[in-house]
Each structure stands twice: as structure tokens, then as C-alpha cells.
């Protein structure tokens, strides 16, 4: 819904159809995404690669997420129940 609201202040009547205007940007705003999310899943299959390669930052990486997960479920259950 933020897309919408956002979007409009973009257009402008006077500088040609409004639904060129449109359609452009969404053309431009889909360009984009597929670029930044290209990177973001490239990078995560080269760190993917990466920690195959080396098992035992994987195990710290697991140890500290394990870590993480056990502190927050401690925190959960200690804290007090509000209505």
C-alpha cells in the first residue's frame, strides 16, 4: 500500500500521458529489483559455497545462531504474561 501512496508524486501531467509516466516507472522500479535481488542471490550462493568449503565456520555460525535461539527462547519464557 506504501507502493501507491508514493508513487503518484513521481507522475507528472504536463510532462506527457500519465499512464506512459506509469508504466515507465514501474518498468524502471522492476529493473531494479531484479538487479538488487540478482546481487543478494549471488552473494548468498558464493557465502553458501563459502561455508562449504570451510565446515568450521559453518559449526561457529551454527553454534552462534544456536546461541542466539537459546537466549531468546530463555527471554520468552521469563518474561511475565500481560493482558
Not at 531494479?32 to 552473494?43: E, F, H
Not at 565456520?57 to 504474561?81: C, E, H, I, K, T
Request: charged letters at 15%.
Amino acid at each position: 500500500m506504501f507502493y501507491l501512496s508514493v508513487f503518484p508524486q513521481f507522475i507528472r501531467p504536463d510532462h506527457g500521458a500519465v499512464f506512459a509516466q506509469g508504466v515507465e516507472l514501474g518498468l524502471v522500479q522492476i529493473a531494479v529489483s531484479v538487479a538488487a535481488n540478482l546481487r543478494i542471490t549471488l552473494s548468498a550462493a558464493r557465502l553458501a559455497a563459502w561455508f562449504a568449503r570451510n565446515p568450521l565456520w559453518l559449526a561457529a555460525q551454527r553454534f552462534a545462531m544456536g546461541f542466539v535461539l537459546a537466549g531468546l527462547a530463555v527471554r520468552l519464557a521469563l518474561d511475565p504474561r500481560r493482558n
